[in-house]
């Protein structure tokens, strides 16, 4: 028998067995008479495959599907035909070898028309939702709560037009709750619309004006948005705390500057994300903006801050604006059980982690452990040189870690919603 191996990237903590989105699928193996057919569409071949879901019998609604598995791979443009041929040849026999590996990995591949140069070449999708056939979206269950207008279903656990699934944000900062304000207008009030309640509705800090900037006049989005200056960050009245797993989602532009900085952080100077360079332990006051720091701390932790370095930058290159620049920016940070943390942007793909270190103390460098604690959105401490600078659409907490697979969901859904 002749197998299909697919390697996408080593296999990490944020490695799944099945995927949506194609985020988190690092290793798949599948027997080639499992193929159902290959089409192609210009620079990219898709393999389509028959009995290779994760699930043997799934209960379905009627106008719903599981859509097959199906593994994309890039290749040149003009080439496509080609690299079909050479599978189709390979699969018929006329090969003494048993496997067809595409591997990024070692940037290798049977195939000499494959391109597998990055990570970014190879999608593997193997789902677990299924998808209204009429709608092409993933189904939530539910054909009558889809919202034409919208162009989403609307469900108990939708807020502002994005669907949360099972768990519902503690925290959700949205401009649906900004109507009121014209544009420049100071933002006195930045009501929650999470399960937390009116208890954790943002106030500008004593003396800051974080403003209003309306669809009509953005830059980075499709919606209305609040402008933080440098010198300006919102201040919750109550905690925002998550002793254990969360995640973080925060849609955000940078008006064109390509570097950014602590987003959000407490009064302490103790916990601070998820951007910028810190070189001193203890209270945090000053910070350095970066293009792809990855930084992470928590509540009563005063060594060293977790950092990595991500993949890609976070904002790309908004001072040159090259072809395929976005100015809307999602990233979602998640820390699971084990005190791993990883970091989407807004293709849903992790682009850095920070490996856990948790022993408890209040003084371990790189600590990954110790509970969330959120008093401040658009810098920690009062750092306001250095601290982040551009426009925030959302902002919001949920008290658990949602996994790869929603998690490359969730920050595809808000880029979708956001993007101009």
Same mark, same amino acid.
């Given at each position: 028998?002749r197998?299909?191996?697919?390697?996408?990237?080593?296999?990490?903590?944020?490695?799944?067995?099945?995927?949506?989105?194609?985020?988190?699928?690092?290793i798949?193996?599948?027997p080639?008479?499992?193929?159902a057919?290959?089409?192609?569409?210009?620079g990219? $071949?898709l393999?389509?495959?028959?009995?290779?879901?994760?699930?043997?019998d799934?209960?379905?609604?009627d106008?719903?599907?599981?859509?097959?598995?199906?593994?994309t791979?890039?290749?040149?443009?003009?080439n496509?035909?080609?690299?079909?041929e050479? $599978?189709?040849?390979?699969m018929?026999?006329?090969?003494?070898?048993?496997?067809?590996?595409f591997?990024?990995?070692e940037?290798?591949?049977?195939?000499k028309n494959?391109d597998?140069?990055?990570?970014d070449?190879?999608?593997?999708?193997v789902?677990?939702?299924?998808?209204?056939?009429q709608?092409?979206?993933?189904?939530?269950g539910?054909?009558d709560?889809?919202?034409?207008v919208?162009?989403t279903?609307v469900?108990?656990?939708t807020?502002?037009?994005?669907d949360?699934?099972?768990v519902r944000?503690?925290?959700?900062?949205?401009?649906?709750?900004?109507?009121?304000y014209?544009?420049?207008?100071?933002?006195?009030?930045?009501?929650?619309?999470?399960?937390?309640?009116?208890?954790?509705?943002?106030?500008p800090?004593?003396?800051t004006?974080p403003?209003m900037?309306t669809?009509?006049?953005?830059?980075?989005?499709s919606?209305?948005?609040?402008?933080?200056?440098v010198?300006?960050f919102?201040?919750?009245?109550?905690?925002?705390?998550v002793?254990a797993?969360?995640t973080?989602?925060?849609?955000?532009?940078?008006?064109?500057?390509?570097?950014t900085?602590?987003?959000?952080?407490?009064s302490?100077?103790?916990?601070?994300g998820?951007?910028?360079?810190?070189d001193?332990?203890?209270?945090?006051t000053?910070?350095?903006?970066?293009?792809?720091g990855?930084?992470?701390?928590?509540?009563?932790?005063?060594?060293t801050v977790?950092?990595?370095?991500?993949?890609?930058?976070?904002i790309?290159?908004?001072?040159?604006?090259p072809?395929?620049?976005?100015?809307c920016?999602?990233?979602?940070?998640?820390?699971?059980?084990k005190?791993? $943390?990883?970091?989407?942007?807004?293709?849903?793909?992790v682009?850095?982690?920070?490996?856990?270190?948790?022993?408890?103390?209040?003084?371990?460098p790189?600590?990954?452990?110790g509970?969330l604690?959120?008093?401040?959105?658009?810098?920690?401490?009062?750092?306001?040189?250095?601290?982040?600078?551009?426009? $925030?659409?959302?902002?919001?907490?949920?008290?658990s870690?949602?996994?790869?697979?929603?998690?490359?969901?969730?920050?595809?859904?808000?880029?979708d919603?956001y993007?101009?």
């Amino acid at each position: 028998m002749r197998y299909f191996l697919f390697r996408k990237e080593e296999v990490n903590n944020a490695s799944t067995t099945s995927s949506d989105t194609g985020v988190g699928m690092s290793i798949m193996a599948i027997p080639s008479d499992s193929v159902a057919y290959l089409s192609a569409e210009p620079g990219k $071949i898709l393999i389509v495959f028959n009995d290779a879901t994760l699930y043997q019998d799934v209960m379905l609604l009627d106008g719903e599907s599981l859509e097959k598995s199906n593994v994309t791979i890039a290749c040149e443009i003009g080439n496509e035909l080609k690299l079909v041929e050479e $599978i189709v040849s390979f699969m018929a026999g006329e090969s003494r070898k048993n496997i067809m590996r595409f591997d990024v990995v070692e940037d290798s591949s049977t195939f000499k028309n494959a391109d597998v140069a990055t990570a970014d070449n190879i999608s593997v999708v193997v789902r677990t939702r299924p998808i209204n056939m009429q709608t092409k979206k993933v189904s939530n269950g539910r054909s009558d709560t889809y919202d034409p207008v919208t162009d989403t279903y609307v469900t108990a656990s939708t807020i502002a037009n994005i669907d949360f699934g099972d768990v519902r944000p503690f925290v959700d900062y949205n401009p649906s709750t900004l109507s009121t304000y014209a544009n420049g207008d100071t933002i006195t009030l930045w009501k929650n619309s999470g399960e937390g309640g009116s208890s954790y509705d943002l106030t500008p800090y004593s003396g800051t004006t974080p403003s209003m900037v309306t669809a009509a006049n953005q830059n980075n989005f499709s919606t209305d948005a609040v402008s933080v200056l440098v010198d300006e960050f919102f201040e919750t009245s109550v905690d925002i705390k998550v002793k254990a797993d969360y995640t973080i989602y925060v849609v955000y532009g940078t008006d064109g500057v390509d570097r950014t900085g602590p987003i959000y952080g407490d009064s302490d100077g103790e916990t601070a994300g998820f951007a910028g360079e810190y070189d001193s332990n203890g209270e945090l006051t000053s910070v350095s903006q970066t293009k792809r720091g990855f930084s992470i701390r928590h509540s009563n932790r005063t060594g060293t801050v977790a950092s990595s370095l991500s993949s890609r930058n976070f904002i790309g290159d908004g001072v040159n604006r090259p072809d395929g620049y976005n100015p809307c920016n999602v990233s979602i940070i998640r820390r699971d059980a084990k005190n791993n $943390i990883y970091l989407h942007d807004r293709t849903g793909e992790v682009i850095a982690q920070i490996a856990a270190k948790a022993t408890g103390s209040s003084t371990t460098p790189g600590a990954t452990d110790g509970s969330l604690l959120i008093n401040r959105v658009g810098t920690t401490n009062e750092i306001t040189s250095n601290a982040f600078k551009g426009n $925030i659409a959302r902002f919001g907490v949920i008290k658990s870690d949602i996994g790869t697979n929603n998690a490359a969901k969730l920050a595809k859904d808000l880029f979708d919603l956001y993007t101009l």
